[in-house]
């Protein structure tokens, strides 16, 4: 007979670990980091219910930031090439401070959406409708004909 095979919960970090030894404040960072990217705020909320002292973890998010495992820079410029192809400028920005990015890292990637908003508009306009509706273009050319005379000279 098979021994059981035990499904791993992927919210769980210590899932597959022995019951008696805790999982380490830095490895469930490593999990979760793993999996995408965290603002400081996101993993500080994740993290908070199993630091052991009110330091460590504190001390730990410094520790990714200087080597670079967590970005909150890296992670606002993702969310803004992903919003900014559906949405407008102030969307993505809002989506950007509900994760807990810095007003400075929004501030700067404001400037850039805002530079392109226009051409972005035009390219889901394009994507969506494709072309003016006939009744549009007729209306246009009719209209067009109608004061064409006024420039000739009689």
């Known amino acids: 007979m098979q021994p059981a095979v035990r499904r791993l919960d992927p919210a769980d970090p210590g899932a597959g670990k022995s019951p008696g030894k805790p999982v380490s404040l830095r490895l469930r960072a490593f999990k979760?980091?793993?999996?995408?990217?965290?603002?400081?705020?996101?993993?500080?909320?994740?993290?908070?219910?199993?630091?052991?002292?009110?330091?460590?973890?504190?001390?730990?998010?410094?520790?990714?930031?200087?080597?670079?495992?967590?970005?909150?820079?890296?992670?606002?410029?993702?969310?803004?090439?992903?919003?900014?192809?559906?949405?407008?400028?102030?969307?993505?920005?809002?989506?950007?401070?509900?994760?807990?990015?810095?007003?400075?890292?929004a501030a700067q990637l404001k400037s850039e959406l805002q530079a392109s908003e226009l051409q972005r508009a035009h390219a889901v306009w394009a994507k969506r409708f494709g072309q003016l509706p006939a009744e549009l273009v007729r209306r246009v050319c009719v209209s067009h004909d109608r004061t064409s005379h006024m420039d000739r000279p009689p």
């Open 32 to 105: 979760l980091l793993a999996r995408r990217d965290y603002s400081s705020a996101e993993l500080e909320r994740r993290l908070a219910p199993h630091a052991a002292a009110p330091g460590e973890l504190s001390a730990l998010l410094e520790e990714l930031k200087r080597l670079g495992y967590l970005s909150e820079q890296r992670l606002a410029e993702q969310l803004a090439r992903k919003g900014a192809a559906r949405y407008g400028t102030r969307r993505v920005i809002e989506q950007l401070q509900e994760r807990g990015i810095d007003h400075e890292v």
